[in-house]
């Protein structure tokens, strides 16, 4: 079997383990709104960055696996999670590395992408912010006091601008940021 097929494999089983978990009702959406959208944008950018599209397709299917079970940080213990499950997947070690290794990096936090992938990976992570529903569904999960809730999207607003890498996707989303930044303030 090839990769590509291997890989459509993963996708198709992470997306059950999505829509049948505790909180399917939460987790359906977030596919649908977040990871199906990083999915999208992350192989467009494969194409036009020249990028490994295996290891950018693969790290977009599986970038927020520990959020299904709450575990953090969710980069950390992600990067883990995925290399085990392409592991047992018998896909290469090296792809698997390479995958866990940009999964590590998506948010820009503790480790700062460095290949054209985990570019392309936290990039796409912070353009599916961008897209109109999300944020509309990131507030339902901050349960915090509406003030507390706008201060911590403010931040999140600016850092998700901030992990854009690639001039061309910034002028993409620069007209739903400064709407954003505008109604925030």
Not at 2 to 21: A, G, L, P, Q
Not at 81 to 99: D, H, N, P, R, T
Request: charged share 30%; glycine share 2%.
């Amino acid at each position: 079997m090839d990769n590509t097929s291997k890989i459509e494999i993963i996708e198709s089983k992470i997306k059950k383990i999505y829509f049948n978990c505790k909180n399917a009702d939460e987790f359906r959406i977030l596919w649908n709104v977040h990871i199906k959208p990083v999915i999208n944008i992350s192989k467009k950018l494969a194409k036009k960055y020249g990028a490994d599209l295996e290891i950018v397709w693969l790290s977009a299917i599986l970038h927020d696996i520990a959020r299904v079970d709450g575990l953090k940080p969710h980069d950390v213990v992600g990067s883990k999670i995925a290399y085990e499950i392409l592991i047992k997947s018998k896909f290469e070690k090296v792809l698997a590395k390479q995958v866990s290794e940009t999964i590590l990096t998506h948010s820009n936090k503790k480790f700062t992408p460095r290949t054209v992938e985990q570019k392309i990976l936290c990039t796409a992570d912070a353009m599916s912010h961008f897209t109109k529903p999300f944020f509309l569904f990131y507030i339902k999960f901050v349960k915090k006091d509406f003030t507390s809730t706008i201060d911590e999207i403010k931040i999140k607003v600016k850092n998700d601008w901030n992990r854009i890498f690639f001039g061309d996707e910034k002028e993409q989303v620069k007209s739903e940021y400064q709407a954003l930044t505008n109604w925030l303030n």
